[in-house]
């Protein structure tokens, strides 16, 4: 089954190539700022920002603060962004092209396994050039804190190529990958389907990948516990404002399916920060769509398997990417662009070994019309691909270019209304900035602290409305983490600042307290958070006072 793959020096000038494809392609999210989650990952991660050995002490603990301020035990994935900081500091630039660099090597390495399948290696090239370009992945590559999806990707794909001759190495680069992204755990069935239609090659080679099959199992298990435990403190993000039945839920990822292979198929509908309306029926077309290419693929998938194809493997690369996305844990943003940055690689490989016996005959006649026809196709499509890929990822510039792309896509989505609230504001609207916030609290909004800070909102604070809805988000994100058993340091910063929008000013000095006694990074701030509360309670003691004598 497996051929003997491209040589290093042919995948170096791969490499070389396609990271010349992948700056041109990205050019212009190089100088983006640190947008969304990258200030919680990256900017304004503390644990990250030194090297120092209760840093590095904190990242690797399962239970430590590191993995708690993420909701992820992704040591790995932390310690690459701490080397980052350590040559680029807060300059976005370099951590931007570290991450295309990085893409352009995990293009590449799929580019040598595909090979590796007896994919011809002009096809295989198609195959990486197609990831490489694939506008869905401009969220992975574009987002600085995502640099976990593509290391994790060439870890993983590092690992099956590794497997069959040096399964140690390998096994160690699939540990990393999970550690890095637990999301790398789509390779566990690639290697399962591998030995399952793998031509026979002795009882000695097959005990060999089985005992290989069995480590990994054991890493996966290892690394599945400690990063389950850290996402429970976020809670279940429900899909919809009420928890859905078993079968509304299954017509939800039904949707999901569809919107992927329209995605993955034709680049249609990527955007920033998904939020579509759930379908309503069966009938949607979402859901006709998921539902066909789900028979389609189990159907294909089911055949190969049984015939111990080669192709049966990818489409358990398929399965294993998006199991993890499938919203058996729902989040908040139930559907991602960056999501298929794992199952995009599966779909072209099967794609790919589905047509291989055509790719051969047209290799072997590469003047025929048929042959130049299907050239012209696919230039074309990778030229398209790339000149959506570069408008895309101008998107990538700042949080503001980032909320009118998700808006002009889904208009009853987060930031569709956290824009709405803003407009409203500016025209010093009262009733149309409650309404507004009001809904996208009801669709997961509860960052209080942007409405108190954000200079837009100061007209409207005086106003008895717009103090009553802050403090009802505020309460949305008080209850949100009272539900964790050991709330970090900046948590427990936040939790007070809840409380102090709420007019809680005992509690908000007490969590800010709690903060000051455990120490860490930060504490001088909270100190002067602190200090400031303090000053604040006191200035509404003494207006109650006065408001008292006066009556």
């Known amino acids: 089954m497996n051929g003997p793959g491209p040589g290093a020096r042919r995948i170096v000038l791969v490499i070389l190539g396609f990271g010349v494809l992948a700056f041109a392609s990205y050019g212009p999210a190089l100088r983006g700022a640190f947008v969304s989650d990258d200030i919680g990952y990256v900017s304004g991660n503390p644990w ?3 090297l120092g050995g209760s840093n590095l002490v904190a990242i690797l603990d399962p239970t430590g603060p590191a993995a708690a301020h993420t909701a992820n035990y992704a040591p790995v994935h932390l310690l690459l962004h701490a080397g980052a900081w350590q040559l680029f500091g807060a300059n976005t ?7 295309v660099a990085l893409h352009a090597v995990a293009s590449a390495l799929l580019v040598a396994l595909f090979a590796r399948y007896a994919i011809p290696f002009v096809a295989a090239l198609f195959g990486g050039a197609l990831f490489l370009l694939h506008p869905a992945n401009v969220e992975a590559v574009a987002w600085i804190f995502q640099l976990k999806s593509i290391a994790a990707l060439a870890l993983a794909t590092g690992a099956l190529l590794l497997e069959p001759r040096r399964p140690l190495a390998a096994t160690a680069l699939f540990a990393l990958a999970l550690l890095t992204k637990i999301q ?25 990948r089985l005992a290989t099959l069995a480590l990994w199992t054991l890493a996966l298990g290892l690394a599945l516990l400690p990063e ?20 509304e839920r299954l017509r939800a990822t039904a949707g999901f399916v569809g919107r992927y292979l329209v995605m993955a198929l034709t680049s249609r509908g990527v955007s920033a920060f998904q939020q579509p309306d759930l379908p309503a029926s069966w009938l949607d077309p979402w859901c006709v769509i998921g539902v066909a290419g789900t028979l389609a693929m189990a159907s294909r998938s089911l055949a190969t398997l049984v015939r111990r194809q080669p192709e049966a493997v990818f489409w358990g690369w398929v399965a294993g990417g998006f199991g993890p996305v499938s919203q058996v844990l729902p989040f908040l943003y139930p559907i991602a662009d960056r999501y298929l940055y794992f199952i995009l690689p599966g779909l072209i490989g099967a794609g790919l070994l589905a047509a291989r ?19 012209a196709a696919s230039i074309a499509l990778l030229v398209f691909f790339a ?5 895309r990822a101008q998107v990538w510039r700042s949080d503001a270019t980032l909320a009118r792309d998700s808006a002009a896509h889904f208009p009853n989505g987060l930031p569709a209304l956290l824009l709405r609230a803003q407009a409203a504001a500016a025209q010093r609207d009262v009733a149309a900035t409650v309404d507004a916030l009001r809904a996208a609290s009801a669709r997961g909004f509860d960052r209080f602290i942007d409405l108190e800070r954000d200079p837009l909102y100061e007209p409207l604070r005086a106003d008895e409305r717009f103090r009553a809805v802050v403090a009802e988000i505020a309460g949305v994100w008080i209850s949100h983490v009272a539900q964790r058993a050991s709330p970090t340091a900046p948590e427990l910063r936040m939790w007070g600042h809840a409380h102090a929008a709420r007019g809680e000013w005992d509690l908000a000095i007490e969590k800010l307290e709690r903060v000051v006694a455990m120490g860490g990074p930060g504490s001088e701030g909270v100190r002067a958070d602190l200090a400031e509360l303090r000053a604040r309670r006191l200035r509404e003691s003494r207006r109650g006072a006065d408001g008292e004598a006066t009556r």
């Open 48 to 50: 990250i920002h030194s």
């Open 387 to 391: 000149v959506r890929s570069h408008e």
């Open 184 to 208: 790398a755990a789509f390779a566990w069935p690639v290697l399962l389907l591998a030995i399952v239609c793998d031509a026979p090659t002795g009882a000695r080679a097959r005990r060999a």
């Open 357 to 375: 016996a055509s790719l051969e005959r047209l290799a072997r006649a590469p003047r025929s019309l048929p042959a130049r026809a299907l050239v």
């Open 228 to 247: 389950m435990l850290a996402f429970q403190r976020l809670g279940h993000a429900e899909l919809a404002t009420a928890p859905l039945a078993p079968s």
């Open 93 to 99: 630039f370099g951590h931007h092209v570290t991450n």
